[in-house]
Nanobody, 123 residues
Framework: QVQLLESGGGLVQAGGSLRLSCAASGLTFSRYAMGWFRRAPGKEHELVAAITWDGGSLNYAGFTEGRFTISRDNDKNTVYLQMNRLKPEDTAVYYC????????????????WGQGTQVTVSS
C-alpha cells in the first residue's frame, strides 16, 4: 500500500521558514516524479513545485519567487520543500504527490497523494 506522509508544517511568523518533508513507502520512490501542492480555504489545489525522479529537472510556481526549494533524497524515499520568507498568503494545507509518468502540473494527473500538513503564516 502506497503511503505519502507529510510533516514539518506549523505556525510561523511572516518572514520565517519551514521545511516540509514527505516520506514515501509502498512504491519504488526513485521511479516517481514528486510534487508539492497546496490548497488554501475556498481554493483549488495548486502546484507549488515538482521534481523529476532524479532531481534533474525542477518546476516552480511563479508565486514561489525564489523563496521555495524542492529537493529529494532517493536513499531515504523522501522529498522536501524548504520554504523561506514566508508570507501570510502562503497559508494553506500542503500536500505531496507522486507521479509515475512525468512532472505533471495538475493535481489530478498524479497517482498518489498524501494527507497534507497545515502551514499557517501569521502577519
Amino acid at each position: 500500500q502506497v503511503q505519502l506522509l507529510e510533516s514539518g508544517g506549523g505556525l510561523v511568523q511572516a518572514g520565517g521558514s519551514l521545511r516540509l518533508s514527505c516520506a514515501a513507502s509502498g512504491l519504488t520512490f526513485s521511479r516517481y516524479a514528486m510534487g508539492w501542492f497546496r490548497r488554501a480555504p475556498g481554493k483549488e489545489h495548486e502546484l507549488v513545485a515538482a521534481i523529476t525522479w532524479d532531481g534533474g529537472s525542477l518546476n516552480y510556481a511563479g508565486f514561489t519567487e525564489g523563496r521555495f526549494t524542492i529537493s529529494r533524497d532517493n536513499d531515504k524515499n523522501t522529498v522536501y520543500l524548504q520554504m523561506n520568507r514566508l508570507k501570510p498568503e502562503d497559508t494553506a494545507v500542503y500536500y505531496c504527490a507522486a507521479d509515475s509518468a512525468t512532472v505533471a502540473i495538475k493535481w489530478s494527473e498524479y497517482d498518489y497523494w498524501g494527507q497534507g500538513t497545515q502551514v499557517t503564516v501569521s502577519s
